[in-house]
């Protein structure tokens, strides 16, 4: 715990010295000038920080409520404090308004302590493995004592570079307390032009930015292996199984297979438990239908099923989604039935039997012996020999193999998964970025390898970009095969090197083919959108 709380403080000292900060200097600055005390601005920017950062999710799902909601009341927040220092009137309305808290006057509205929540709500850290633990602890509702000791030590770091910054605003004010007036108007105006810089997403780029000193720290700090594993225990995260004794046939035991807990429905089959399925060999997959890697694996195992089912093999296909769209059990079902799945799939939405194999990987496999002990993983493509060389010995199959199925595991150099979602978006070039709203994008002159590029009408979201008038994308990829993941209604046409390749016509939110060849390609990818259609994700054999 000391070591986490050591790290925590460290990103937070860096965080605080990088160009995330400067949107929030100056109204430290203004708010330290205009009398306000700088402990409790920094309290008060501690607290909301802390709280939102790992509540926030949980508590505007539970209202109904959009995710920038909290935003914009802080933004709403600061004019009205601008107003209050700019126009002695508006401090006479807000102080009627709230004559029923003793305590809290316009002017020092609430000793600082609402400035300093209001700044907690639109800080916006670069994002670095630290901050990225905290935030996967509280997308899964993660809410231990590590977590909040983390977050709090996290908040504490960058709140003191930030307590100095105030501190120093409010010592020049003492210095020219003859010009108090001024100082006022000035602060106020500081104020006004900050938080209208927020209202249109100034501050967004910023997180984008590193400097030398907050890339030494992520690097050397953050991403030390001792930071890993304890980022790792932030995130739920466990150590991938290790065998705990050498038993039978020769192959290791990982220990008996944790049990199976549905987020959803089951497909194909009434609800099973391992225990039921004691005396067969069980084939654990985990997949979701929008991987290309997934797919590729399809093959082999209906294969598998197809010969060793009457052996005593059953394959289970644990869906664990990776798109909000991957939730919809309709959507899931058609997949199954579109891609001729047999044998049983369950639903696990809620991540908890992926959470309880530890699993990081789609796809992922955990071949479980007939007393219930996992006696093999693999993760990802490939080594179908062996994982069919195992499943026969497991079963003491004495008959034919399944019939050839060719690996298509690719093995050259290409462009890794793409995400066009911002919560993800790596390699993006071309105009600013405006998170959750409709806007104009200009693509750049030239787009560089792996990089990604939107032109026209857009509204990028936290998963998808959703495409409106003229909106295109242009992806400068290395690979034979180009796939995308779409979903609404509309078409798409692609272009490579300006040259017509196909037209995509979108029914269903699942994985597009835009290329196949036998030949690997360094080309530019142009792909036009009608509106409305949403784009997810690029992935590539």
């Known amino acids: ?45 501690v607290l909301s920080f802390s709280v939102f950062t790992l509540f926030a999710t949980w508590i505007l799902d539970h209202l109904g409520l959009p995710d920038d909601t909290l935003r914009n009341l802080a933004i709403a927040f600061l004019f009205v404090m601008a107003a209050v220092l ?11 308004g709230l004559a029923f808290f003793s305590r809290l006057r316009p002017a020092d509205a609430g000793g600082g302590y609402f400035l300093g929540v209001s ?65 006022r108007l000035a602060s106020g105006a500081v104020i006004a032009v900050v938080a209208l810089g927020l ?18 720290v992520q690097d050397h700090v953050e991403a030390s292996k001792s930071s890993e594993k304890q980022l790792a225990r932030l995130r739920g995260e466990k150590a991938p199984p290790k065998p705990v004794a050498t038993a039978t046939k020769g192959l290791p035991d990982y220990g008996a297979a944790p049990p199976l807990t549905a987020g959803g429905a089951w497909i194909n ?20 239908y929008s991987c290309i890697n997934c797919l590729r694996t399809l093959p082999h195992l209906k294969a598998w099923y197809a010969t060793y089912r009457k052996d005593g093999l059953v394959i289970l296909g644990v869906h664990t989604p990776e798109f909000a769209f991957e939730h919809e059990t ?28 530890s699993n990081q990987y789609w796809p992922a496999e955990y071949l479980i012996d007939k007393t219930g002990r996992i006696r093999h993983t693999h993760f990802g493509e490939g080594e179908y020999g062996q994982t069919e060389q195992l499943i026969r010995q497991l079963l003491d199959a004495k008959g034919a193999r399944a019939p050839h199925v060719a690996d298509t595991t690719p ?17 993006y070039v071309g105009s600013k970025l405006h998170p959750d709203e409709l806007a104009g994008y200009t693509l750049p002159s030239s787009v560089p390898d792996n990089g990604v590029a939107y032109g026209g009408q857009w509204k990028v979201g936290g998963q998808a970009a959703v495409a409106g008038r003229g909106a295109r994308l242009q992806l400068h990829f290395q690979a034979k095969d180009v796939y995308i993941v779409l979903g609404g209604h509309g078409t798409v046409q692609a272009l490579v090197d300006g040259k ?17 060849s036998s030949k690997q390609a360094d080309a530019l990818l142009e792909l036009r959108f009608s509106p409305g259609v949403q784009a997810y994700s690029f992935t590539f054999g």
């Open 1 to 45: 715990m000391i070591l986490l709380i050591g790290i925590g403080l460290v990103a937070g000292v860096a965080t605080a010295v990088s160009p995330c900060v400067l949107p929030v200097l100056p109204l430290l600055l203004a708010g330290g000038a205009s009398g306000r005390k700088p402990l409790r601005i920094v309290a008060g920017l």
């Open 500 to 516: 017509p390749e196909r037209t995509l016509d979108v029914n269903a939110y699942r994985l597009y083919t835009v290329r196949q």
């Open 330 to 357: 309709s959507n899931v079902e058609a997949a199954v039935k579109r891609l001729g799945i047999a044998y049983p799939v369950m639903q696990d939405n809620d991540y908890k039997t992926w959470d309880a194999y």
């Open 199 to 216: 209202v249109f997403h100034v501050d967004d780029h910023l997180t984008q930015v590193r400097w030398p000193w907050t890339s030494y």
């Open 86 to 96: 700019l126009v002695p009137q508006a401090g006479l309305l807000v102080e009627r």
């Open 269 to 288: 089959t009434k609800p099973l438990t391992l225990a039921q399925l004691r005396g067969k060999v069980v084939l654990v997959d985990f997949w979701t």
């Open 119 to 183: 700044l907690g709500l639109v800080f916006v850290p670069c994002a670095g493995p630290f901050l990225g633990a905290l935030s996967a602890a509280a997308a899964h509702e993660s809410f231990g004592v590590r977590t909040i000791v983390a977050t709090l030590a996290y908040a504490l770091g960058a709140a003191v570079p930030m307590l100095v910054i105030a501190y120093g605003g409010r010592e020049l004010a003492t210095r020219i307390r003859q010009h108090a007036p001024s100082v």
């Open 411 to 427: 093995d050259e150099l290409m462009t890794p998964e793409t995400y066009l979602g911002y919560e993800r978006l790596s390699d």
